[in-house]
Antibody, heavy 117, light 107 residues
Framework: ELQLVQSGAEVKKPGESLKISCKAS????????IGWVRQMPGKGLEWMGI????????KYSPSFQGQVTISADKSTSTAYLQWSDLKASDTAMYFC??????????WGQGTLVTVSS | DIQVTQSPSTLSASVGDRVTITCRAS??????LAWYQQKPGKAPRLLIY???SLQSGVSSRFSGSGSGTEFTLTIKNLQPDDFATYYC?????????FGPGTKVEIK
C-alpha cells in the first residue's frame, strides 16, 4: 500500500499562484494512479483529476479542467496540484489518494488551502 | 456523467444497532462502487471496494452489496467509533463521482 504525505497548510491571496505536493512511499509509485479530491468547508468530496506518474497520463474532471494543473515528478515520487490564479472559492481541504480497483485506497492527510484578501 | 445519490442524508442510531445506507447511480456502474468513512478533520478511509470487497484492516461488521445502479452499505452492531459520515463513490472509465454523504449520528 502506498503511503502519501502532503505539504502543509497554505494561506494565499486572490490572484496568487500555488503548488501543493503529495509525496509517495512504500510501493511502486510509477505504477500507481494518484488522484486529487477537493472538500470545501462543511461539504462533500469532489474528484478533481488523476495522474499516472509512470507515463504522465492525466485525466481531469470536467468541473476542474482548465482550473488546476496536475503533474508528477518521477525522481522524487511526488505528485502536484497547482493553481495559477487562486480565487476565494478555492478555499478547501485537498486530498491526494492512490487508486486501485476503482477506489481510492490510501489517502494523504490533506492540505488546507485558504484564499483570502 | 454518472450522478450518485445517497439515502438517508442523516441517520440517528444507537450503539448495537444495524444500519443500512443506500447509494444509487444514474447509470449502470457494474460493481465499480466504493464506500468510505470520514471523521471530522480526517481523510476518508476506504471500507468497501468493488461493491462488496472488504478493504484490508476493516472490521467485518461492515459489508457492501448491490450491482448495476443500487448499492447498500450495512454496519452491524454499531460501535461508538462508527459515528461518522459515509460516502459512496462510483467509477466509470476515468470518471469518479462521490455521493453527497450520510451522517450517522448518535440517537
Amino acid at each position: 500500500e502506498l503511503q502519501l504525505v502532503q505539504s502543509g497548510a497554505e494561506v494565499k491571496k486572490p490572484g496568487e499562484s500555488l503548488k501543493i505536493s503529495c509525496k509517495a512511499s512504500g510501493y511502486n509509485y510509477l505504477s500507481s494512479w494518484i488522484g486529487w479530491v477537493r472538500q470545501m468547508p462543511g461539504k462533500g468530496l469532489e474528484w478533481m483529476g488523476i495522474i499516472y506518474p509512470g507515463d504522465s497520463i492525466i485525466k481531469y474532471s470536467p468541473s476542474f479542467q482548465g482550473q488546476v494543473t496536475i503533474s508528477a515528478d518521477k525522481s522524487t515520487s511526488t505528485a502536484y496540484l497547482q493553481w495559477s490564479d487562486l480565487k476565494a472559492s478555492d478555499t478547501a481541504m485537498y486530498f491526494c489518494a492512490s487508486h486501485r480497483y476503482g477506489a481510492f485506497d490510501s489517502w494523504g492527510q490533506g492540505t488546507l488551502v485558504t484564499v483570502s484578501s | 456523467d454518472i450522478q450518485v445519490t445517497q439515502s438517508p442524508s442523516t441517520l440517528s442510531a444507537s450503539v448495537g444497532d444495524r444500519v443500512t445506507i443506500t447509494c444509487r447511480a444514474s447509470q449502470n456502474t457494474s460493481n465499480w462502487l466504493a464506500w468510505y468513512q470520514q471523521k471530522p478533520g480526517k481523510a476518508p478511509r476506504l471500507l468497501i471496494y468493488k461493491a462488496s470487497s472488504l478493504q484490508s484492516g476493516v472490521s467485518s461488521r461492515f459489508s457492501g452489496s448491490g450491482s448495476g445502479t443500487e448499492f447498500t452499505l450495512t454496519i452491524k452492531n454499531l460501535q461508538p467509533d462508527d459515528f461518522a459520515t459515509y460516502y459512496c463513490q462510483q467509477y466509470n472509465t476515468f470518471s469518479w463521482t462521490f455521493g453527497p454523504g450520510t451522517k450517522v449520528e448518535i440517537k
